[in-house]
């Protein structure tokens, strides 16, 4: 035990930005304790076992949420390797407390997790993928969103406290989001996946960080004649006026004072956002759509179901390109600016830390420092597993 203390002193002095005076040893011993007392010992054991990928992200600066799947849950994923339940288990994680209270019917709260490698988010520098939630409001139960099912918390109640950790049960793990292709086919958005190969359109798409306003099969079914007859050209153009290029537009952002009120399409028209008391509204010259179902997060972006094809077959390549320039080089803003619409979020890294189990530049280590402090903490939870 002296070995360790003299190496908790060492960390402290290397990891200065590291929470209040944190004994990693401790921490990690009293998170692991108090998961266990709350039978969540399937995560626990997931935890401890990789402590040395997953302690330092928990160990920023910040409150955090444990989105805890049940020890069934757990069990039932079978074998993962190591690398997918690292990332598994860092997308469970939240930047932020997220209070059960601010959850409600009919509308969404986007919050950042703490899983940003590359290998699984494509959402602009260091950006990390986000959690979307609801409540059912037959039942008062909140839920994960995610394409295809719903994940319910356990409890009904904010689960307990560790430190600056909350752990909040669900009944089910959660999958990382694949790109807009596959969870377009999750939605079950199958008009719209015919068009888009039809167009060669699905790997520009899936390679670009989008947001995707998706028609429904029957909206597309509505003008399928209007489409067929038109010009290959023109077939791209509509389907680009369903994608803003380069940003994420969250539902948080459509609604209250500072909600966004226009982007430009990836075929450069204008797409401008209301909402009153019935929903949130898209409209591209004489079409509006509403925002059906909100808030898909995809690896490359976010996808919103809509009622009606945005019927315009414009295409004005030049205020693409700019729209796509600006939003790239918001996204490259200086660490510390927010993500709208996403709690916890930051809007980019500056590099310095990265390469360290899934946190971003909220670390705020300097190169070199992160490097050491991880040998360090490999070498405390290597000692405690
Ligand atoms: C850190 O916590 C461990 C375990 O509780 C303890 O043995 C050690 O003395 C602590 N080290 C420091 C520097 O406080
Ligand atoms: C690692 O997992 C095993 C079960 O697979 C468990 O017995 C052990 O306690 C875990 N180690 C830690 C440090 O949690
Ligand atoms: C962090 O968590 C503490 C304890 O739960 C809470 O009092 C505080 O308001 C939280 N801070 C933020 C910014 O959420
Ligand atoms: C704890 O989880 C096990 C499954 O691993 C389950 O059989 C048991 O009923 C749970 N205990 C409590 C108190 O929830
Ligand atoms: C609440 O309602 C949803 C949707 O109707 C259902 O899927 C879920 O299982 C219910 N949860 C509880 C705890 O009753
Ligand atoms: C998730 O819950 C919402 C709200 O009850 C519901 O509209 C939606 O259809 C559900 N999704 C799935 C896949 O069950
Ligand atoms: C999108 O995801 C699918 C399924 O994982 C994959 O086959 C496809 O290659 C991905 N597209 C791109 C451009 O990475
Ligand atoms: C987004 O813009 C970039 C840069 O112009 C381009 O390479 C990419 O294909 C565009 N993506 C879409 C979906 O239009
Ligand atoms: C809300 O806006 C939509 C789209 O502009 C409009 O069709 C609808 O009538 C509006 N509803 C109310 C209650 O104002
Ligand atoms: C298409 O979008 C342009 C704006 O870029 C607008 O001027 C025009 O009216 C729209 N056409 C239709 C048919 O909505
Ligand atoms: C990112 O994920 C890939 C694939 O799971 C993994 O090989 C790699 O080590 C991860 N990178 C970091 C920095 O965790
Ligand atoms: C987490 O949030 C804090 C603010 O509470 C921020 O400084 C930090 O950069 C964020 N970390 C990540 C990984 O986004």
């Known amino acids: 035990m002296k070995f360790l203390s003299s190496l908790m002193v060492a960390i402290t002095a290397v990891a200065g930005a590291m929470a209040q005076d944190t004994n990693a040893t401790a921490f990690a011993n009293g998170l692991l304790s108090a998961l266990r007392a709350n039978n969540l010992t399937a995560l626990a054991d997931a935890v401890g076992n990789n402590s040395e990928a997953l302690l330092p992200a928990l ?14 849950a757990l069990q039932a994923l079978g074998e993962v390797p190591t690398d997918a339940l ?37 959402l602009g520098t260091g950006r990390s993928q986000v959690l979307v939630f609801s409540k059912f409001s037959g039942n008062n139960t909140a839920y994960v969103q995610q394409a295809g ?53 699905v790997s520009a798409l899936d390679s670009s960080t989008v947001t995707v306003f998706a028609p429904t099969n029957q909206a597309i079914a509505a003008v399928s004649s209007t489409i067929g007859a038109a010009s290959a050209q023109d077939q791209t153009n509509v389907l680009l006026n369903h994608v803003v290029n380069g940003t994420t537009v969250y539902s948080t952002q459509l ?8 982007a430009t399409s990836a075929s450069g028209n204008e797409l401008t956002f209301t909402a009153n008391s019935t929903g949130a509204y898209v409209t591209s010259g004489s079409v509006t759509a509403r925002i059906i179902q909100s808030d898909y ?82 070498s405390a939870f290597w000692l405690i597993a």
């Open 59 to 72: 160990l920023t600066p910040g409150n955090k949420t444990v989105l805890a799947p049940s020890n069934a």
């Open 86 to 122: 690292i990332a598994t288990i860092t997308y469970h994680v939240l930047n932020s407390t997220v209070d059960v209270a601010q959850i409600n019917s009919g509308a969404k709260v986007i919050a950042a997790s703490l899983l940003s490698n590359e290998s699984y988010v494509d």
């Open 149 to 201: 099912r719903n994940v319910s918390f356990a409890l009904a109640a904010n689960g307990p406290n560790y430190e600056s950790i909350r752990v909040q049960p669900i009944e089910n793990v959660l999958s990382i989001p694949g790109n807009t292709s596959t969870v377009a086919g999750q939605l079950g958005a199958s008009q719209l996946a015919t068009l888009l190969q039809n167009a060669q359109l």
């Open 255 to 262: 609604a209250g004072d500072n909600a966004v009120k226009s």
């Open 297 to 378: 997060a995809a690896s490359n972006g976010v996808i919103h179901v809509i009622d009606a094809v945005l019927l315009n077959t414009t295409s004005n390549p030049q205020a693409a390109g700019s729209a796509y320039s600006s939003a790239a080089s918001a996204a490259a803003s200086p660490t510390g600016s927010t993500v709208p619409g996403v709690s916890g979020g930051t809007g980019g890294s500056t590099g310095s830390g990265s390469g360290s189990g899934g946190e971003n530049g909220g670390m705020a280590l300097k190169a070199g420092g992160a490097t050491a402090v991880l040998s360090l903490l490999a």
